[in-house]
């Protein structure tokens, strides 16, 4: 013999759904309202006059109170749907605004991108606009890391990674070689001229720290080692984190900095910085050291991420054609 009651479990789904009542007759309900007309309320919904009334009395039945009075050919609402109109509004105003970040989300899509601080400062953010062009309904959320990481464990779609090209078995794709150039103000060599490597020793020597061991680093004991350079005291000088303040260091007429010289081609050009032994050989690149594209496999939005890359190479092609160092 089959019960009547209910399956256990969905009682409160059933009950729920017995308290909501029709939205056609909530929406007929409101239209009414609004325009003291069931003709005027059929007009806007698109319905006829009796099928806007048999809502209503719906609604009211549900309700267990009369919502409307007639007063002369007007339907006026009763203290009962005064009472209920507002929230009843506020509700379609919910209603609304939930659809609308519905289309948001449709129409507008999020694209992660991570940088290291120093390729943001020199490219990205002078160039917005032209690297993210093409990207329509997409908006673009920037974060910076110093070190390599896989893009597997992140929620990131691109990255630019400073390093070897070699992380954790990604794919990668050089953009920006990097080379080990020492730089300074021009006024330190009036007051200290430097002929050879060996002419350092009397300078104050800037440091670009790694944060993990990275070959693509520049180092002042690799550099003078490579040179067969003795007796310059490589762990005196100051040291930053960040290749910017390298730079700014340098700018700053702190000392000779070793820096990265694709950030100082510019500042080399203009004469804000000088090569104390003149402009670096072809040697003198620091192996495969570069900023790489490292691109998410699983990332959802490849198209985004496709001209990313195509605008990215375009600025830094400019800007690798920038004069080249004064010598």
Not at 151 to 173: C, K, M, P, W, Y
Not at 188 to 203: F, G, I, K, M
Request: glycine content about 6%.
């Amino acid at each position: 013999m089959q019960s009547d009651q209910e399956p256990e479990g969905n009682n409160d789904k059933f009950t729920l759904l017995r308290r909501i009542p029709s939205l056609i007759s909530l929406r007929a309900f409101e239209s009414v309202a609004r325009h003291g007309s069931c003709t005027r309320a059929a007009e806007e919904l698109n319905v006829t006059a009796a099928a806007v009334s048999q809502q209503i009395r719906l609604l009211e039945n549900y309700a267990g109170q009369v919502l409307f009075k007639r007063q002369n050919r007007k339907f006026v609402l009763t203290d009962a749907g005064r009472a209920c109109l507002p929230e009843l509004r506020k509700s379609f105003d919910h209603l609304l605004n939930a659809m609308n970040l519905a289309e948001g989300q449709r129409l507008r899509r999020s694209f992660r991108l991570s940088v290291p601080p120093s390729f943001a400062v020199r490219w990205l953010i002078p160039h917005f606009h032209e690297v993210t062009a093409d990207t329509d309904r997409c908006d673009f959320w920037v974060s910076t890391s110093l070190v390599p990481f896989h893009l597997d464990d992140t929620n990131i779609d691109l990255a630019v990674i400073h390093g070897s090209g070699r992380f954790f078995g990604q794919g990668s794709e050089l953009l920006v070689p990097t080379f080990e150039v020492p730089v300074c103000h021009p006024r330190l060599l009036a007051a200290q001229p430097v002929a050879r490597p060996e002419d350092l020793r009397h300078h104050h020597l800037i440091h670009e720290v790694a944060e993990v061991n990275d070959s693509a680093v520049p180092s002042w004991a690799d550099w003078f080692a490579a040179r067969n350079v003795a007796g310059v005291d490589v762990k005196s000088g100051s040291r930053f984190s960040n290749p910017n303040l390298v730079v700014e260091a340098a700018l700053a007429g702190l000392g000779v900095a070793l820096a990265r010289g694709a950030l100082v081609k510019r500042e080399l050009a203009s004469g804000a910085l000088v090569c104390p032994l003149g402009p670096p050989a072809a040697d003198d690149a620091a192996g495969d050291a570069g900023y790489y594209l490292v691109r998410n496999p699983h990332c959802g939005l490849p198209d985004v991420a496709e001209q990313l890359c195509l605008n990215l190479k375009r600025v830094v092609a400019r800007y690798e054609e920038a004069p080249r160092a004064r010598s």
